[in-house]
């Protein structure tokens, strides 16, 4: 692991630093230096008529060939054009079309470098301090070319360019660095040498006593991070494509350049922005490549992106392929199962379709709302009454006798009907204001059946293509009515265990959702039609997680667009390299991982009985029953993390001698002990004494205030969030503690809305 301050160290105690090139001062937007030649296959196929099938195979024969026959002349490097010579040999091609292609792979190389931002920082350091500069770097390219790419990367201040290619000697084998220590006259001390290979640039020049400073790739540094990196390097090996070798670049280069030793044991550092970028973002990266594709292919001209989960989607696909470049067009559509249920409401057979369906325990109002749009105070409860029930509040589930509840909706039939009628007027005004309609337009969302697109066909009698992150079988019955697609699955059965989303639905479902509240209907208002949401308090968790997480996701698509060598029209991710990330992540998490679903709600107003969420802290899980946790191998790993060690054996309890009764304490002498222990930095003896006090007499809450201010300061944040959750509970009109709970939860959150700390007097 790179120490930056031992770095600066060895810098500042040198009279020359030598400085390698490639992966050092400058980078590679692509995985392997290799896949460059990838890039090449198109143009390369075009320029020789098709005798270069396959230029990347072609190329490293070519370049195997003549270091083999210069090896065997004692020479350790070849050149450009040597390399070539060979190339001509393999394919039979004529000079003309071996000089372009040469051409080619320079104005390839020039696209895919860009400055390395650390390498960079510690050149600037050497410059500072006034150090002799030089580069060195075991290099076939011509010197002309090594110049302009370090122009570009604005790397300069440096005395001399050393280049195998030109003294036939390299770093590899030692050579260089001894022609080096000659040329300069001075000694392996006076010397220190940065670069990334483990090789050229660390055991051949400590070899010759010069001393190093290493800087692995941002790749490898990706993919030796941590345990779950390792098993993420392993099953990325049979997916790799070159639009997943740009993305593993954008991700590497973005937060693995410099090891950090935080993402030995998290993976995404407990940074939201970092999850979406390197987890949801590629997922979603995937998806706007694939409808872009299938998009034009189908000649639609503009799409509507569904809320709530087809928000991020549109910002991604925005980024990518902006209508002016794309010539397809695209907006924002508030839609929900709420409102098109109550909208697509016209008789009694539509009525009756509600009562048929599963009921989850809620009040009589609150199922009427939900299925009808009933708001308080329209239903008399009386009505209510004269068919058995107690009253609008009496609670009914499945059990509830399906004709006493018909002959209810039956008896408010016409109120219904007008609740539907109105509904339905305002929303076929706010699609008329959007415009939507025409075989030329297409619906944009998360999936599964089409069922939003089959509510907005038979609202507008039109009809309108479906592109979705996942289609599922149940979606056969409409098959033959709508024209709709699947990116992740096409029809396919929704209990493939092979895919996250039929694993982790829910999860994946949360986590693209946007921050906005769910959408009931649309209202006419004298500023013209309006969305009505439905606010929800345990959402809050959820919503603040997304946002961080999205911009996340948004800064990925903007990357790639503005980075990668492979145009976004051309870029194909396919489903199982582009949920890789999330899909290991969401079966088998790094325990320091888990925590970042915390607290965070699933919303259903369909089919919930009681609240659910992905994940909790341990010290709340108890209180809630399994069924409301979603995410269950947090379960799991929650479970292995506090496990005593098998082999450990079972501590006997030690005999105390008998002691006088102790006084009983009182608060205040615990209270001075906690705030003791709290001024010495002793936090857990504190947060223990502050917990003491409050069960003392629990009226004092701001104790388990303070008490989850102490587990903070120890580093024990699931404690920290349990303790302050339960102040909230008692004091929930407190906002400092409540923008405090979020710190607590997002560390990062606190350089926007200021720490809110409790300050313990």
């Not at 308090?537 to 959820?542: A, I, N, Q, V």
């Not at 615990?670 to 917990?691: H, I, P, R």
Request: charged share 25%.
């Amino acid at each position: 692991m790179l120490n930056i301050s031992a770095a600066k160290v060895r810098i500042g105690a040198a009279d020359v630093v030598s400085f390698d090139v490639f992966d050092t001062l400058i980078r590679r937007n692509v995985d392997s230096p290799r896949d460059v030649f990838h890039l090449m296959k198109g143009a390369a196929s075009e320029l020789s008529d098709g005798h270069v099938s396959d230029f990347k195979t072609t190329r490293v024969h070519a370049e195997k060939a003549a270091l083999k026959k210069a090896r065997e002349g004692g020479v350790e490097e070849v050149t450009f054009d040597q390399i070539y010579q060979e190339f001509k040999k393999l394919t039979g091609i004529d000079d003309v079309t071996i000089s372009r292609l040469q051409e080619l792979e320079v104005e390839t190389e020039l696209r895919c470098v860009d400055v390395r931002i650390i390498g960079r920082d510690l050149f600037h350091y050497a410059k500072m301090l006034n150090k002799r500069i030089i580069l060195a770097s075991d290099m076939y390219l011509p010197r002309s070319v090594i110049l302009e790419l370090l122009d570009r990367a604005g790397i300069n201040g440096y005395s001399t360019l050393y280049l195998s290619n030109e003294l036939m000697k390299t770093k590899r084998e030692g050579d260089l660095f001894v022609h080096i220590l000659q040329d300069l006259r001075i000694n392996p001390s006076q010397m220190v040498h940065v670069g990334d290979n483990p090789i050229g640039d660390l055991s051949s020049p400590n070899a010759l006593d010069i001393a190093t400073i290493h800087l692995p790739r941002s790749v490898v540094n990706f993919r030796k991070s941590s345990e779950f990196a390792v098993r993420l390097a392993a099953a990325g090996k049979k997916r790799w494509s070159l639009t997943k070798s740009v993305v593993d670049a954008l991700i590497a280069d973005r937060f693995f350049d410099a090891a950090d030793s935080r993402t030995e044991d998290s993976f995404f550092r407990d940074d939201p922005f970092q999850f979406g970028y390197t987890a949801l973002g590629p997922a979603i990266l995937g998806m706007s490549f694939w409808l872009y594709r299938e998009a034009k292919s189908d000649r639609v001209k503009k799409l509507f992106f569904l809320s709530r989960d087809g928000l991020v989607m549109k910002r991604v696909f925005d980024e990518l392929f902006p209508a002016e470049e794309s010539g397809i067009e695209t907006d924002y559509l508030y839609c929900s199962r709420r409102m098109s249920r109550v909208a697509l409401i016209r008789n009694r057979i539509d009525l009756l379709q509600p009562v048929g369906r599963r009921i989850f325990a809620s009040t009589l109002e609150s199922w009427l709302e939900q299925n009808y749009g009933v708001a308080p105070g329209q239903i008399d409860p009386l009505v209510a009454e004269r068919h058995g029930f107690s009253g609008l509040d009496a609670i009914i589930d499945n059990n509830t006798d399906r004709e006493t509840l018909s002959a209810l909706v039956v008896d408010i039939e016409d109120t219904l009907l007008a609740i539907a009628a109105g509904e339905r007027a305002a929303l076929m005004r706010y699609l008329a204001e959007k415009g939507v309609g025409g075989g030329e337009h297409a619906v944009v969302d998360i999936g599964y059946a089409g069922t939003m697109q089959e509510a907005l066909t038979t609202l507008l009698r039109t009809d309108l293509k479906g592109y979705y992150f996942a289609v599922f079988n149940t979606a056969s019955g409409v098959k033959n009515q709508l024209d709709l697609k699947g990116y992740v699955s096409h029809f396919g059965v929704d209990d493939n265990s092979s895919l996250g989303i039929c694993t982790h639905r829910f999860i994946y479902e949360s986590l693209i959702c946007s921050s906005e509240d769910s959408v009931l209907k649309m209202t006419e208002t004298e500023a013209g039609v309006k969305p009505v949401g439905r606010p929800n308090k345990l959402d809050l968790r959820r919503k603040c997680f997304v946002d961080y997480a999205h911009s996340g996701v948004v800064a990925l698509a903007r990357e790639y667009k503005n980075n990668s060598p492979v145009a976004p029209a051309t870029s194909i991710l396919p489903p199982e390299s582009s949920t890789l990330i999330l899909d290991l992540y969401l079966r088998k998490p790094m325990p320091k991982d888990v925590p970042l679903l915390y607290g965070i709600a699933f919303e259903d107003i369909y089919g919930v009985e009681k609240e659910r969420y992905l994940a909790v802290e341990p010290a709340i899980m108890e209180q809630l029953e399994p069924s409301q946790i979603i995410w269950k191998e947090s379960i799991a790993i929650q479970s292995e993390t506090v496990q005593a060690p098998p082999d450990a054996p079972a501590k006997k309890p030690a005999k105390k001698p008998a002691k006088k009764p102790a006084k009983k304490l009182t608060a205040t002498s615990v209270l001075g002990k906690a705030k003791d222990a709290f001024a010495d930095k002793n936090f857990t003896a504190a947060a223990e004494g502050f917990m003491e006090v409050f069960e003392m007499d629990p009226r004092k809450s701001n104790y388990l205030r303070a008490a989850a201010e102490a587990y903070f300061k120890a580093g024990n944040r699931p404690l920290a969030v349990a303790k302050l959750s339960q102040y909230r509970k008692l004091t929930p009109k407190n906002r400092r503690a409540r923008y405090r709970l979020w710190v607590m939860r997002f560390p990062t959150l606190g350089k926007i809305i200021g720490q809110n700390e409790f300050v313990l007097r």
